[in-house]
T-cell receptor, first 114, second 113 residues
Framework: ETGVTQTPRHLVMGMTNKKSLKCEQH?????MYWYKQSAKKPLELMFV???????ENNSVPSRFSPECPNSSHLFLHLHTLQPEDSALYLC?????????????FGSGTRLTVV | GNSVTQMEGPVTLSEEAFLTINCTYT??????LFWYVQYPGEGLQLLLK?????DKGSNKGFEATYRKETTSFHLEKGSVQVSDSAVYFC????????????FGTGTSLTVIP
C-alpha cells in the first residue's frame, strides 16, 4: 500500500454508461494528478490539481470530467466513453512545498470500455 | 522542450546478470531525476532519485548517477533477480514548470531463472 488508494481496481463499462473513479490520499499532499497509461504509449498527463484548483487540462476530451472536492480526494467522472479509452488510469499525489520527493502513485484502475 | 528518452525494450536477462537501462534527458534548467518501477498489475513506485549533478541515487541494489555533462541518468544493477522483472520509467521534474513530471516511455525487463 503506497498511501494513495484508487477504487475500483477494475471497471468494465459500456459506451453509454456513467461511472466514476476515485482516488484518496492521506499523506498530507497538496497536489493530485490523473494519468492515463495505454499499452505501448507513454504516460499521458490528463489533469493536475494544485491546492484543489485545477491547473492543467491537457486537451482531454470532455467525456472525462475531474473533480477535486478537497486536498485528499480526486475523482474522474466518465461518460459516453469510447473503446480507445480502455487503459490503466493512475492517480498520483505529491507535496508541492519542500524537497522534491516525487510522486506517490496509486495502483491504478484498469478500465475496459465495451 | 523538456523530455526523457529511454532505451527501447523489452530487455531479457538471466538471473545474476548485470543490468543497464539507458536514460538521457533534455531540460531547460536544472532538473531532478527519478527512476520509477511498475510491477505487473500495480502503479508506479519511486525507485530512486537524484536532485543535482553528480548525485548518486540508490535503492534495492539499483544505482543511477546524475551526469550533467552527458545529460544522462542510467539505471544499473550488478546482479538482477527474477523479482526485478517490471517496467522501469525514467523521469525528470523542473521547478520552472511547477515540478511537473516528464516520463520516458518505460523499459520492460524480464529476468529468467
Amino acid at each position: 500500500e503506497t498511501g494513495v488508494t484508487q477504487t475500483p481496481r477494475h471497471l468494465v463499462m459500456g459506451m453509454t454508461n456513467k461511472k466514476s473513479l476515485k482516488c484518496e490520499q492521506h499523506l498530507g499532499h497538496n497536489a493530485m494528478y490523473w494519468y492515463k497509461q495505454s499499452a505501448k504509449k507513454p504516460l499521458e498527463l490528463m489533469f493536475v490539481y494544485n491546492f484543489k484548483e485545477q491547473t492543467e487540462n491537457n486537451s482531454v476530451p470532455s467525456r472525462f470530467s475531474p473533480e477535486c472536492p478537497n486536498s485528499s480526494h480526486l475523482f474522474l467522472h466518465l461518460h459516453t466513453l469510447q473503446p480507445e479509452d480502455s487503459a490503466l488510469y493512475l492517480c498520483a499525489s505529491r507535496l508541492l512545498t519542500g524537497p522534491n520527493y516525487g510522486y506517490t502513485f496509486g495502483s491504478g484502475t484498469r478500465l475496459t470500455v465495451v | 522542450g523538456n523530455s526523457v528518452t529511454q532505451m527501447e525494450g523489452p530487455v531479457t536477462l538471466s538471473e545474476e546478470a548485470f543490468l543497464t537501462i539507458n536514460c538521457t534527458y533534455t531540460a531547460t534548467g536544472y532538473p531532478s531525476l527519478f527512476w520509477y518501477v511498475q510491477y505487473p498489475g500495480e502503479g508506479l513506485q519511486l525507485l530512486l532519485k537524484a536532485t543535482k549533478a553528480d548525485d548518486k541515487g540508490s535503492n534495492k541494489g539499483f544505482e543511477a548517477t546524475y551526469r550533467k555533462e552527458t545529460t544522462s541518468f542510467h539505471l544499473e544493477k550488478g546482479s538482477v533477480q527474477v523479482s526485478d522483472s517490471a517496467v522501469y520509467f525514467c523521469a525528470l521534474s523542473l521547478p520552472i514548470t511547477g515540478n511537473q513530471f516528464y516520463f520516458g516511455t518505460g523499459t520492460s525487463l524480464t529476468v529468467i531463472p
